[in-house]
């Protein structure tokens, strides 16, 4: 089946501008992640879904950050006012109940670049 | 969730030789899945150890883990340039978290 879809691929914005990312989970998972990675970094975790519900959002670096998860499924991670320091990879990531034993199923990514 | 430590941050070697990577934590933990990065790419699963697990393998994989020195390490065997990625453990401790380390970079020579 289809893995998990992120969009767009690239994202060039102005600093100030709001952006968008869309992730589409492989169908049936219930759980959801975002991660970012900067140029050569490990990954930083921002915020997970179980269905619908973030539990925990303790890792969006700051009240510019949001994500929201309709219907169980897609999910948007939304930057206001870009800045430089927003430059990264936004990383999706599925699995299928978030349980300890269920591996992780990666997208390929939006890079982001603020300008 | 903890954040595994990997170790060295960059590997080269030549095709045909043998890669291993090393990855401590600090707590007890269930289990540790180790992933592979390839450049431009999203993070794909390799192998789960679980904590009464020593030794496990996927092909040209090998995983070992040592609970008593919170440490794993991964082999991966007669290498080839497609090895080249980075290579991150994620120790798990029973939580949702998945916290992913630097990760090692390992450049395969053709």
């Known amino acids: 089946g289809a893995g998990v879809s992120q969009s767009p691929s690239n994202k060039v914005t102005e600093k100030g501008k709001d952006v968008e990312l869309r992730c589409d989970p492989i169908?049936?998972?219930?759980?959801l992640y975002w991660y970012r990675q900067s140029l050569g970094q490990g990954l930083e975790f921002l915020i997970y879904?179980?269905?619908?519900?973030?539990?925990?959002k303790s890792g969006l670096p700051s009240d510019r950050f949001s994500a929201e998860r309709t219907g169980g499924s897609v999910s948007t991670l939304t930057i206001q006012r870009t800045q430089q320091e927003d430059s990264a990879v936004y990383l999706c990531?599925?699995?299928?109940?978030?349980?300890?034993?269920?591996?992780?199923?990666f997208g390929n990514g939006t890079r982001l670049t603020v300008t | 969730s903890q954040q595994g430590e990997e170790d060295p941050q960059a590997l080269s070697i030549q095709e045909g030789e043998n890669a291993t990577m090393n990855c401590s934590y600090k707590?007890?933990?269930?289990?540790l899945q180790w992933y592979r990065q390839n450049s431009g790419r999203g993070l794909v699963h390799l192998i789960l150890?679980?904590?009464?697990?020593r030794e496990k393998h996927s092909g040209r994989l090998r995983v070992t883990l040592d609970t008593s020195k919170k440490s794993s390490s991964l082999l991966i065997t007669a290498s080839r340039a497609a090895d080249t990625a980075s290579y991150f453990c994620?120790?798990?401790?029973?939580?949702?978290?998945?916290?992913f380390g630097a990760g090692t970079r390992l450049f395969v020579k053709a």
């Open positions: 990531a599925s699995s299928l109940d978030g349980s300890r034993n269920s591996p992780l199923h």
């Open positions: 169908s049936g998972h219930t759980a």
């Open positions: 879904f179980q269905g619908n519900s973030a539990p925990d």
């Open positions: 707590t007890s933990i269930n289990n």
């Open positions: 150890i679980r904590s009464n697990e």
């Open positions: 994620a120790p798990g401790t029973g939580g949702f978290k998945t916290i």
